[in-house]
């Protein structure tokens, strides 16, 4: 059993950074595949970005050269690093652990709103 608790979330102008977390309870953080996910008003949620048990990562096209997937197995947490942030960013984003091999993710987060004014 993991419990995923996002933070970091918020308000920012476009061109802006902002760094999403997420903190997982249980001791067996280290062996999931970790997965960012976003869901703008009206539309479907959508994989953003995910980093397996080994670090190997994977992006979204439309993220890629401006989020960083990370995670710190000492402390039990994933972040999301996200620079030149664009209106269409937002969302709110979810993290999720599960396996990426089949995109069958088992536990997630309640969420964190990002907003990119233009």
């Known amino acids: 059993q993991v419990h995923l608790v996002e933070s970091g979330g918020g308000l920012v102008q476009a061109g802006g950074s902002l760094r999403l977390s997420c903190a997982a309870s249980?001791?067996?953080?280290?062996?999931?595949?970790m997965g960012w996910f976003r869901q703008a008003p009206g539309k479907a949620r959508e994989f953003v970005a995910g980093?397996?048990?080994?670090?190997?990562?994977a992006y979204a096209d439309s993220v890629k050269g401006r989020f960083t997937i990370s995670r710190d197995n000492a402390k039990n947490t994933l972040y999301l690093q996200m620079n030149s942030l664009r209106p269409e960013d937002t969302a709110v984003y979810f993290c999720?652990?599960?396996?990426?091999?089949?995109?069958?993710?088992?536990?997630w987060g309640q969420g964190t709103q990002v907003t990119v004014s233009s």
């Open positions: 249980g001791r067996t953080f280290s062996s999931y595949d």
């Open positions: 980093i397996r048990s080994s670090s190997w990562t």
């Open positions: 999720a652990a599960g396996d990426m091999r089949i995109g069958k993710y088992d536990y």
